[in-house]
T-cell receptor
Framework: DAGVIQSPRHEVTEMGQEVTLRCKPI?????LFWYRQTMMRGLELLIY????????DSGMPEDRFSAKMPNASFSTLKIQPSEPRDSAVYFC?????????????FGPGTRLTVT | AQTVTQSQPEMSVQEAETVTLSCTYD???????LFWYKQPPSRQMILVIR??????QNATENRFSVNFQKAAKSFSLKISDSQLGDAAMYFC??????????????FGEGTQLTVNP
């Protein structure tokens, strides 16, 4: 069984460039989450989707960040333009929103470095 | 808003010994879920164990068990027979069971566990 797949695993870019992070959730899961992990702020939720619809994007830091989920098997997180303070590890997670505790399963993360 | 606090930034344990990681949380809700995640150097976030707040029985997964004290809002993780592969950052997390609160996980700051051979 494939877990959550993220690409790329590492991204190094220059300030001002557009960055696109990709995520494929676990098949059958209907909720998808984007998290950011930094030393200063720890793990924080950026946005999440239920059935491909954005439900809560209050964690998205600014208008430079946008996320889409065009179908149940794919999501993107875009940063345009990127800034050095965006350097972090970005995680995608998915879960099945049904009965129960709705455990979230995380992808391996994308380490983004903006120089 | 809910908060999760892990007061031990670092812990160490000898191989084969037992270690307990602490977690406290603050919430006004009565129904919720608590989780422990492990993050090894590979950065992968791995679910270790979960606890439903409505259950009085403490969850157990092989060498991992929790001590859930609902009144005290405490959720500690006990690792028995520690192994070198247990070395990782451990995160405590909270999720509301309310539909209107959504599915967000609130994480603690993490505890870095070192296992000494």
């Amino acid at each position: 069984d494939a877990g959550v797949i993220q690409s790329p695993r590492h991204e190094v870019t220059e300030m001002g460039q557009e960055v696109t992070l990709r995520c494929k959730p676990i098949s059958g899961h209907n909720s998808l989450f984007w998290y950011r992990q930094t030393m200063m702020r720890g793990l924080e939720l950026l946005i999440y989707f239920n059935n491909n619809v954005p439900i809560d994007d209050s964690g998205m830091p600014e208008d430079r960040f946008s996320a889409k989920m065009p179908n149940a098997s794919f999501s993107t997180l875009k940063i345009q333009p990127s800034e050095p303070r965006d350097s972090a590890v970005y995680f995608c997670a998915s879960s099945f929103r049904g009965s129960g505790s709705w455990e979230q399963y995380f992808g391996p993360g994308t380490r983004l470095t903006v120089t | 808003a809910q908060t999760v606090t892990q007061s031990q930034p670092e812990m160490s344990v000898q191989e084969a010994e037992t270690v307990t990681l602490s977690c406290t949380y603050d919430t006004s809700e009565s129904d919720y879920y608590l989780f422990w995640y492990k993050q090894p150097p590979s950065r992968q976030m791995i679910l270790v164990i979960r606890q439903e707040a409505y259950k009085q029985q403490n969850a157990t997964e092989n060498r991992f068990s929790v001590n859930f004290q609902k009144a005290a809002k405490s959720f500690s993780l006990k690792i028995s027979d520690s192994q070198l592969g247990d070395a990782a950052m451990y995160f405590c997390a909270y999720r509301s069971a309310r539909e209107t609160s959504g599915s967000r996980l609130t994480f603690g700051e993490g505890t870095q566990l070192t296992v000494n051979p």
